[in-house]
């Protein structure tokens, strides 16, 4: 037997907090024993189903999966009128704490009332069962009216991301068919309205469109242009509504969603979810991973809801569950650097998810910040979207989880629809950095070029699944082929190609290592653009990293690099980019050093956070930088290149 060695940076679970997790061994040994019976079992356990179902899973037309399907259910009926059935109505769905520092109450009573409100109107504007609603919205409560207002019709909802142009908004309306958009006149942006019917009006005018209505919720009070054909204001047509609606029960394989999700190359990739498996697993992960306690918790998801982050783990599981949360509509420096924290403070929140890039940023703005608010509420942390660095990991222990709350590291895509791979706090000994195990009823492998099984730590391969799992996306919309491409076919039928590279350590942890597409390939080793970014950053004078691959006509690749330096850190030319490179040889090896390491003021990031490395490239390369209109700041590229010129 080996004997599994606990290094001093990991962190073993806390007895007080283990006794009363909701993640549990006995979890793991059930899915082991009984995978289908594992899962029917959350499903029956976790949904209120309309007519039972009697079949778990139909793999038969793989890789086209069905999970429950003769059952039926109502999403939005489980997401908020059987909590009122239940008694709980009074408990509160929904702190929304506005831009403005306006707030509002939402309990579960007032939801019901919303949300059958804006099913009545959206029926009266003719979208019924199976009709799809384009979401437009900033982070309002009268999203989360819509979208369960559209679950509760089986009208299946695109929310579109509030940051997206109107090209953007043009393509996914006509891809999906979208009869009728939802948007607002304006949105606040650190602290100044900002139009956001102007785009959709915009997209309108993109070409053949097939919306009929576009209902808009006064938001800012911003001037807007109408159309009295196809323009209704929310006041005029919700407010009239009745508050009583009946939720119609739909087949569990009933479409829930479409959420577009960039591809490699082509046209964005409509990722449709169904209703009873992923309302299974949402359900199942908000508990079991963020631990979610509804009666005493306070949840905090900081995503946008125009992510897959935000409609699972803002709007879905957490509701599901009937968690009580808070709904953030501005951004972390409006009005000042502490607001999460004051926002913390005032809630009592007892658990936060969010991302990466977010704590990096903290971290740059220093640990005095947070340190000024009581978050001694805060009992679990998570994070998703990249891999966690582990110095921002150790940071967000320390800082914000008063050197105690667990953190869990959640990987999932948008395609899977809900968290697959992360440590079950309370049961996991830590190890910052790892995303660890999958989670119980979730199986996954890591492959190398042929196709194998890697067995040894330490080896680069790509992540795959090897089962399927209630929430996985069930194609792309209007286009199974692509599905089968893109996901089913790199290694076979058998094992889905999440896209991501991964290894393990010696403790069988599993290691993401970004995307496929960042790993690099310097005189035929493998090297992770996530592993080079964490060894810069755990330089005292780095406060963020990207490393990008540019080719080299020596090595095929060369690992380029960008930083930002932390507050005090000046830039002293080549003895800092020396001291970091020999830095990064020490950390990693000599192969990893970087040929280049600039500088720099900002990197290029889109709206949810992903560093852009393609335009890095571009700069590493000497090209020409290509298309930055998906970036949350379009200028950032120049000040990059100004500073670069100027040296
Ligand atoms: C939920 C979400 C998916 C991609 C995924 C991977 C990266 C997400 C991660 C992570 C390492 C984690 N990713 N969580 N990498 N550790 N905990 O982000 O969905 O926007 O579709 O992105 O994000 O590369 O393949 P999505």
């Given amino acids: 037997m080996r004997m599994r060695i606990v290094s001093d940076t990991s962190y073993a679970p806390d007895a007080n907090f283990a006794a009363g997790a909701n993640g549990k061994q006995e979890l793991f040994d059930a899915a082991a024993a009984d995978f289908e019976g594992f899962w029917a079992d959350q499903a029956r356990e976790r949904i209120t189903w309309a007519k039972p179902f009697s079949q778990t899973l139909d793999w038969s037309n793989a890789p086209f999966a069905k999970w429950f399907a003769d059952g039926q259910l109502n999403v939005a009926y489980n997401c908020v009128d059987r909590h009122v059935e239940a008694g709980n109505g009074d408990r509160v769905a929904i702190h929304f704490e506005g831009d403005q520092g306006d707030t509002r109450t939402i309990t579960y009573a007032d939801l019901q009332k919303e949300v059958s409100k804006t099913a009545n109107a959206l029926s009266e504007l003719g979208i019924g069962k199976g009709d799809r609603v384009a979401i437009y919205m900033p982070m309002i409560p009268e999203t989360v009216f819509t979208m369960l207002a559209c679950a509760r019709l089986g009208a299946p909802h695109s929310v579109v991301f509030g940051g997206f142009s109107a090209d953007a908004l043009h393509t996914r309306i006509v891809d999906a068919d979208a009869t009728v958009v939802v948007t607002t006149d304006g949105q ?14 915009e997209s309108l005018t993109r070409g053949e469109h097939p919306v009929k209505h576009v209902l808009v919720v006064k938001r800012t009070d911003s001037e807007v242009r109408w159309n009295d054909d196809i323009d209704k204001w929310w006041h005029d047509v919700v407010d009239r509504q009745s508050d009583q609606h009946t939720p119609e029960p739909v087949d569990a394989e009933h479409p829930l969603f479409i959420l577009y999700t960039s591809g490699t190359t082509g046209k964005p990739k409509g990722i449709l979810h169904t209703s009873g498996g992923y309302l299974t697993q949402a359900a199942y992960t908000n508990s079991i991973v963020h631990d979610v306690h509804p009666e005493s918790d306070v949840y905090w998801c900081t995503a946008d809801v125009g992510w897959v982050t935000g409609h699972s783990y803002i709007v879905y599981g957490p509701l599901a569950n009937g968690a009580t949360q808070v709904l953030y509509e501005g951004t972390p420096d409006t009005p000042h650097q502490g607001r999460w924290w004051e926002i913390v403070q005032k809630y009592g929140v007892t658990i936060l998810y969010t991302a990466p890039t977010a704590i990096r940023t903290f971290m740059k703005w220093g640990a005095e910040i947070p340190a000024k608010y009581d978050l001694s509420s805060i009992r679990v942390l998570g994070s998703v979207g990249e891999p966690i660095n582990p110095e921002a990991w150790r940071w967000y222990r320390k800082n914000i989880g008063g050197d105690k709350a667990p953190i869990v590291d959640t990987w999932w895509q948008t395609e899977t629809g ?121 330089h005292e004078s780095v406060a963020e990293a990207a490393v990008v691959g540019a080719s080299d006509e020596t090595t095929g690749q060369a690992v380029c690099a960008f930083v930002i330096l932390r507050e005090g850190f000046a830039d002293n030319g080549d003895d800092t980019v020396q001291e ?64 670069l010129k100027k040296d």
């Avoid at 491409?485 to 599993?510: E, H, L, M, Q, V």
């Avoid at 990197?603 to 930088?625: C, F, H, Q």
């Fill in 188 to 201: 606040w942006r650190r602290g100044k309205p900002a139009p956001l019917k102007a785009a959709v009006d």
């Fill in 418 to 538: 809900a968290i697959m791979i992360s440590p079950l706090p309370g049961l996991t000994t830590l190890e910052p950095g790892s995303a660890q195990r999958p989670i119980p009823g979730i199986s996954a492998e890591i492959l190398d070029d042929e196709g194998n099984p890697l067995t040894e730590p330490e080896q680069v391969g790509y992540l795959v699944l090897t089962k399927p799992w209630p929430s996985m996306l069930r194609t792309i919309w209007g286009d199974d082929q692509r599905y089968q491409d893109t996901y089913w076919s790199r290694f076979g039928p058998k094992y889905y190609f999440a896209g991501d590279g991964a290894k393990y350590d010696a403790d069988g942890n599993i290691w993401l290592l970004g995307r496929v597409d960042d790993v690099m390939n310097v005189s035929g080793h493998r090297l992770s653009t996530a592993e080079i970014e964490s060894a810069l950053v755990s």
């Fill in 580 to 643: 970091l490179r020999n830095h990064v040889a020490k950390e990693i090896g000599p192969i990893a050093k970087p040929r280049q390491i600039m500088v720099v003021p900002e990197l290029p990031k889109t709206r949810s956070g992903k560093i852009m490395r393609r335009l890095l490239k571009d700069v590493a390369e000497n090209r020409e930088v290509g298309d930055v209109t998906t970036l949350a700041d379009s200028t950032v590229m120049n000040l990059i290149q100004a500073g």
